[in-house]
């Protein structure tokens, strides 16, 4: 079959119209509510036992954040008038061997790199300090000190932390590093961290999303923020290439919505379709942040887009194949971006179904930060959802919202809320 037409073939199979936008919202209000009333669902709707700051907490704290290819330690400050300072910040590398190897490993090393940053910012290891912890991943909760972890996502596998309390596990590490006074006394899911640390400066942020390596999004339900796990939302139609990449991937089944939006995953999906399409096989080092140096690129030639092929060694790569690879891409990220947005129509309608408040949704992430044009394409798909009433939602990239956010919640665990 001719390149060409067999790429509108694809096209075809990964419009993502605005029928099915529709369908797609309706069935994520139903997995919603199966999830809140603990029925069999795709959306875990996890109780987070946090609840949105009132812009009054004020004290000093440790954060931690892991949950993607970095580890961060920072030391902040919370000052009236809902400002957050930040003191210190250092990043780590998790190497493979950190997230693949034992869970003890894993907390040993953490726990280390929290005493090498306050070795290094002086912090007096003898007195108090409270840490708050963005721990980005599934967890059950029955107050905010403690996080039972689900399952790992996004190509975790340290052994022997699913079904475990991560805050004793890190609690313990920290002890044997020597750190007796530092303690963990908050986790919160990255989701949770960022609606948190947007709504201490912005009442009308109701909900936290994150589209990085990752994806998934919070919001309050009556008191308590409700972590959705929107990632593993599995009512959608897929193509040959996602069930493809389901099937090879390490958790088959599993976070479906993940896999058609993250970083994690585009990338792949992006190489399966061009595989199909393209003379010249991908290798597997093509990544999602390559897509976006594609889709940017204007030039005549195609000539980014040539010197990136011959970094990843296709050396003699045809005009025409550029260009199918460019619209491969862009045909890729813009149903992600789609995707991306009609879940949070979804999330918005559940708690104002005819959208007659104003709303901010606070989203970090890489893919949302970094991909060329999909935070337009976000933009412009709410537009065709909701006409004019999109005026109501006020997308706000959030940076750094997750470590703020686990500061805030440490310096208001005196007020923690009760199981109800
Ligand atoms: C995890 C979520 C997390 C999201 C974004 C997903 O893989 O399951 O808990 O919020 O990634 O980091």
Excluded at 16 to 30: A, G, M, T, V
Excluded at 112 to 124: A, S
Excluded at 361 to 375: L, N, P, Q
Aim: charged share 30%; glycine share 6%.
């Amino acid at each position: 079959m001719p390149y060409n037409k067999s790429f509108k073939l694809t096209e075809e199979i990964f419009n993502f119209p605005l029928r099915e936008i529709k369908r797609f919202i309706r069935d994520f209000h139903s997995e919603m509510r199966k999830g809140l009333s603990g029925r069999k669902s795709s959306l875990k709707m996890l109780p987070t036992y946090v609840k949105k700051p009132k812009g009054v907490e004020k004290g000093e704290s440790l954060a931690i954040d892991l949950g993607g290819t970095n580890f961060r330690v920072l030391a902040l400050k919370l000052k009236e008038k809902r400002r957050i300072l930040i003191l210190g910040s250092k990043k780590f590398v998790l190497k493979k061997k950190h997230i693949t190897g034992t869970g003890k490993a894993l907390f040993d090393f953490i726990a280390g790199c929290i005493k090498t940053f306050m070795d290094e910012y002086k912090i007096d290891i003898s007195e108090k300090h409270s840490i708050g912890f963005t721990f980005s991943f599934p967890m059950k909760k029955r107050r905010v000190s403690s996080g039972i972890l689900l399952r790992w996502t996004k190509g975790f596998k340290a052994r022997g932390v699913e079904g475990k309390d991560v805050v004793k596990l890190l609690n313990e590490s920290l002890k044997r590093k020597g750190l007796r006074n530092t303690k963990v006394v908050a986790i919160a899911n990255d989701t949770v961290s960022t609606l948190v640390a947007k709504s201490y400066e912005d009442e009308t942020c109701d909900v936290g999303a994150i589209l990085g390596t990752g994806t998934n999004a919070c919001y309050p339900e009556g008191q308590m923020i409700i972590n959705i796990e929107w990632g593993n939302f599995n009512k959608i139609r897929l193509t040959p290439y996602d069930r493809k990449l389901n099937y090879l991937s390490q958790s088959p089944g599993e976070q479906i919505l993940e896999k058609m939006i993250s970083g994690m995953y585009l990338g792949e999906l992006t190489r399966l379709v061009a595989k199909d399409l393209i003379r010249d096989a991908i290798p597997k080092t093509f990544k999602s942040e390559h897509m976006s140096i594609i889709e940017s690129d204007t030039s005549k030639n195609l000539s980014r887009i040539n010197r990136l092929l011959k970094k990843l060694r296709i050396t003699d790569s045809k005009y025409t194949d550029r260009k199918l690879l460019k619209k491969i891409c862009a045909m890729v990220s813009t149903r992600a971006a789609r995707l991306s947005a009609a879940a949070i129509a979804s999330v918005v309608t559940k708690i104002d179904p005819y959208l007659s408040r104003k709303h901010t949704i606070a989203i970090d992430g890489s893919v949302y930060e970094k991909h060329t044009g999909f935070s337009r394409r976000i933009s412009a798909t709410l537009k065709e959802i909701f006409g004019r009433k999109t005026a109501n939602i006020k997308l706000s990239l959030t940076k750094d919202a997750s470590a703020k956010g686990a500061a805030i919640i440490a310096a208001t665990t005196d007020e923690e809320m009760i199981l109800t």
